[in-house]
């Protein structure tokens, strides 16, 4: 499996075209790891409070890191922090069995990510093993999920890998491809006539142009194209000795471009048109967002269901409607505005945005600190008979602040993105204006996802202050 690898499966998924699969990169395999890692921890900690009665370790751990050095070691060392360890080898190994077994991921399906085995033909050519016993495929997923539970291994197996393939892929033949998306441009011809085809000609090329540039070798009678295997050329220095064939070149490299001149092929009863124009989307703009919310929202969720279990009605005693408990700030509205501002923007800034040069640790450190005993304290008043107090008192600014780490979250995984794709281009040698491409396109994003934040969190601070202080004094503490 030498040099980079593109798999020609044309097909549907999702009820989207799919034109090829494409060897997925670093940075979306470290995405997938988080997402599957909060995931694992999310379902260790429910059973081991549920089940076992024990405490949410991996809560207290950064809370007690941040504020508590010295509790630490009392924490960890003890059967509590044996049981957990063993938890969670346990749930790491059978969830990575089960879902490599059925080629997907959590993290990889937001991803569009599956894993696709490989087999060597009798001439020497690699191509899909679409034919794998489910023993055989069970055996190489146990591989992969013993790999993925022993501590670091994953870290180990990706620096061994050669041309983005780990080294536990080339030993059992596999290989984690992202699919490409292709969608019909209606209303308009390959004839140059139409205004939109001018727009998108310097990024359209023929399926004939895109089939000889990865040398797939496909079938006079094309209605069946499967699993043909090219070489990706996208991250390697490309010998070329015509302009026309840089500019494909070129083309191909870019998160979006456009193909027509389709053969009669036939996707699940959907033939493409041979003179129409598809526009095929190599890279989701939002991936790294729909990251942010699930890496958020997972351990913001598990909290509560922990609370539930871990709290009663008294443990955080809601405060009762009367009008004798009117909320009024000491140091008035204004105050109390600034004051939210500069606790929450000192969290996003610390932990989701400078976070990202952390690889993520930081991040981990935030999310689980932050949202621990605020969301203690709303299981608490789920129990009380005036859970609504939650209505009024929580609801207003916690979809705007939440939203602000989350985009805080996304800001900070730009600048992780930057630092592996720094990475990665010393090491393949990527010539300097490839890679200054990338750090621009990669801080382009950063900072638009930090202004976001920003406004967000300020957004929230003032509807905390004062719409959730007015909601409170006229509509909830109203009894006499």
Excluded: C
């Excluded at 749930?91 to 991921?105: D, E, W």
């Excluded at 679409?130 to 591989?143: D, Y």
């Excluded at 609504?388 to 985009?407: K, N, S, T």
């Amino acid at each position: 499996m030498k040099g980079n690898i593109l798999i020609l499966e044309t097909g549907k998924q999702q009820k989207k075209l799919i034109l090829y699969y494409e060897l997925s990169d670093y940075f979306s395999r470290f995405l997938s790891y988080i997402v599957d890692l909060f995931f694992i921890m999310s379902i260790v900690t429910l059973v081991e409070v549920y089940f076992f009665n024990e405490p949410p370790i991996i809560y207290q751990f950064p809370y007690y890191y941040l504020y508590t050095h010295n509790s630490i070691q009392r924490l960890l060392l003890n059967n509590n922090g044996l049981d957990f360890l063993l938890l969670f080898l346990l749930i790491n190994f059978f969830y990575y069995l089960f879902t490599y077994f059925f080629g997907y991921t959590i993290g990889g399906f937001l991803l569009n990510m599956r894993v696709r085995y490989l087999e060597k033909t009798k001439d020497g050519k690699v191509k899909v093993n679409s034919k794998l016993s489910p023993s055989e495929k069970l055996k190489k997923a146990m591989v992969k999920s013993i790999t993925m539970t022993i501590p670091f291994m994953p870290v180990i197996d990706n620096l061994l890998s050669k041309n983005g393939v780990k080294y536990t892929d080339r030993l059992i033949h596999s290989i984690t491809v992202i699919s490409v998306y292709m969608k019909p441009m209606n209303g308009l011809s390959n004839s140059g006539k139409n205004k939109m085809v001018a727009k998108v000609k310097s990024r359209l090329i023929t399926y004939d142009e895109f089939i000889e540039y990865h040398k797939i070798d496909v079938k006079k009678d094309r209605s069946n194209i499967k699993n043909g295997i090219g070489k990706m050329n996208t991250n390697a220095t490309i010998s070329m000795g015509t302009a026309h064939s840089i500019r494909i070149s070129d083309i191909l490299k870019m998160k979006i471009f456009y193909l027509t001149g389709f053969p009669k092929i036939n996707i699940d009863n959907e033939a493409p048109e041979q003179n129409g124009i598809y526009k095929v989307i190599r890279k989701q703009y939002f991936s790294i967002f729909y990251i942010s919310l699930f890496t958020y929202f997972i351990p913001f969720i598990t909290a509560i269901l922990v609370g539930l279990h871990t709290t009663n009605v008294s443990t955080f005693p809601t405060p009762l409607p009367l009008a004798t408990n009117k909320y009024s700030p000491a140091n008035g509205y204004a105050g109390l505005q600034q004051s939210l501002f500069n606790n929450n923007i000192e969290i996003d800034l610390k932990f989701f945005i400078l976070g990202g040069i952390s690889m993520f640790f930081l991040s981990y450190l935030g999310i689980y600190s932050s949202v621990y005993i605020p969301n203690l304290i709303i299981a608490s008043s789920l129990h009380s008979q005036y859970w609504y107090f939650l209505i009024y008192a929580v609801v207003p600014q916690a979809i705007p602040e939440a939203l602000g780490y989350v985009f805080g979250i996304s800001a900070g995984l730009h600048l992780s993105k930057i630092l592996v794709d720094s990475f990665i281009s010393y090491v393949r040698g990527i010539e300097s204006g490839t890679f200054l491409r990338l750090i621009y396109e990669n801080l382009e994003q950063f900072f638009i996802y930090f202004a976001i934040s920003f406004f967000l969190i300020l957004f929230a601070s003032y509807i905390e202050a004062y719409v959730t202080s007015y909601l409170l004094n006229h509509l909830y503490f109203v009894r006499s």
